[in-house]
């Protein structure tokens, strides 16, 4: 009798439905249709619904001529999975940039394509990335919801005190705001988030973007398109803005420095808002950037400039099996929190080995994983967040060097509270741990 064969990941689920992006409807049931006669097509549909099911965020695929490897990424972390032999992978791999509107037959040129995706009742954007590579082909799927699964800062693991400064500062007049992360570390959401936590219901956002490049539309917030199609440049849209008196000015992309101009000064004559949002590491880092960026506005951006917003992500503990310790009192100290202070910090459950997982009569009895995390220790991930509000020193300071580590101290002495100072608070909170926050940190 021939031995059954072994059930793979794909088949374990229901497939997603796909939903090309073309503007012609019947073209894009059209091709769905073709894809559909294709052996590939469930494989994809499968592959991507288990690693939708598994919380990943991207799947890596590295073909080569015997098979291809699979990972995930759930929580900022590489997961391996089984192979999939070369010949099913293939066919998931043309199925897959048919539907992406890419060219299936090129196995070695660098292309990236699109295509909407669900499952349930959940609408997600898949992004996708090819690249010949001496072995093969590395692909990389990037797997973006399309509604935001947060409702407030506090969801994103903001504290409650800092989170009453930032909405007074978001609320402001008069003033500029720099919202910042590290590149792949969750600026968009914290955007998005960001402009939900203002007040847009009683004040006027005009969102300056290019065309080619879209945001997500928010409620209350009134999208200007420049380049593309428009024919229109950024200033030309501006200045038109501007004419009707808004109240706050955004861009989800560093603008042309003539923009900039024309906003800074709205900024000092009419108490106008800006946000700018940038990559960084740090506050400071960011307040640098911008003030190099744009030198001939240095002096009046670090004037106006009203608060710094800067993040890193975290592994989330699992609420159902973190496991609770009474800290010993150097620790407490080397971490720089009061005795009496915290009385419980928390780590993942860490099963022993499976040699060691035995019952009373010492027979195996393996443990059974969490059936929240599925034995992983921690559960999603939460932002551990700096807010830099420059004090005088530090303006005058960011004008004469750009010494992030000068700067920093600077900003301490002036009582700003940087990104490992709230680690800890957030470890105190019982978040995270101590072992994640030297993983997270230890990283460049």
Known sequence: MAAQEEIQLWQ??????????????????????????????QVIGGQLAHAIQARATHLLLDFSANACAIRYQIDGNWEQLPPIDAETANAMLYALKQLCLMNPADRRSAQSGACGVKIAKEKFTLHVQSQGVKTGERVLCRIEAEKIPFDRMSDLGMRDKLYEIYKEKLDAHGNM????????????????????AADRLVRDFQSFEDETNPEPE??????????GETGKTELEVVRRMILREPDVLLFPELPEPESLSVCVDQVKASEKQVYLRINATSAIEGFVKIVGRYK???????????????????RRLCDNCKLGYEPPAQLLKQLGIPPGRVAMLYG??????????VDENGKPAPLTPCHVCNGRGYYGRIAIFELLTPGEQLRKAVMK??????????????????????????VARGLTSLDELKRVFAKR
């Open 218 to 227: 928010i409620i209350n917030v009134t999208q200007n398109f420049f380049g």
């Open 348 to 357: 993942p459950f860490i099963p022993p080995p499976i040699e060691q997982q």
């Open 296 to 314: 001939e506005l240095a002096s009046d951006i670090s004037a106006t400039m009203g608060a710094v917003l800067c993040q890193k992500l975290v």
């Open 401 to 426: 060097t750009q010494d992030v580590s000068r700067l920093t101290q600077i900003a301490k002495a002036e009582g700003h509270r940087g990104l490992q100072a709230e680690a800890i608070l957030t």
């Open 12 to 41: 374990t689920v229901a497939p997603v439905e796909f939903a090309p992006r073309m503007s012609d409807r019947t073209q894009a049931q059209s091709l769905l249709i073709l894809t559909r006669q294709g052996a590939g097509y």
């Open 177 to 196: 705001m720099l919202i910042t992360a590290p590149k792949g570390e969750g600026l968009t959401t914290t955007w998005n988030m960001s402009l939900n």
